[in-house]
């Protein structure tokens, strides 16, 4: 388990670390309330790869594609039954990384049992800086 704390404008402090230690396939499940900063932490991320512009996926509205081997999820108010019915679950399949918001535990264990690289990032808010919290599985 590593700590990181960062203010926006230093966010490369987390992002260098997971570039440097993270495999080059990794499922990554972001933690954190609303507005504790998921979405920004996956545009630095995706920034820090060289990738800029976020595109919808032509198949799914909840993923966002970066390039060829970044993908991120929004699954708030997702259940797991939907995500597995509209095919989504095979999109981990794809080489890269894959962020995911409001992942749930059961997807987690699944994905886990898959044999996949699981990471959780959770991300503690303060006024003008987030506590990064970075552990395997
Ligand atoms: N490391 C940080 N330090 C300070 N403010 C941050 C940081 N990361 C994000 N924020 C701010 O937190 C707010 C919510 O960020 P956002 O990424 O939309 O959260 P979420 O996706 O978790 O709902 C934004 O105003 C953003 O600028
Ligand atoms: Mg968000």
Redesign the pocket.
Known sequence: MKTIT??????TKITTYLNQTLPKNAIIF?T????????????AIAKSKGLADEVTSPTFSLQQCYGEEFFHYDLYRIENSEFMKLGLFEEFEKSGWHLI?WGDSSLKELLLSAGYNIFTVT?M?YK???K?TIESG
């Open positions: 960062a203010p926006k404008t230093q966010l972001l954190g309330d609303l507005a504790s900063g998921k979405t920004t932490l996956t545009k918001e991300i808010p003008d800086i987030r990064y």
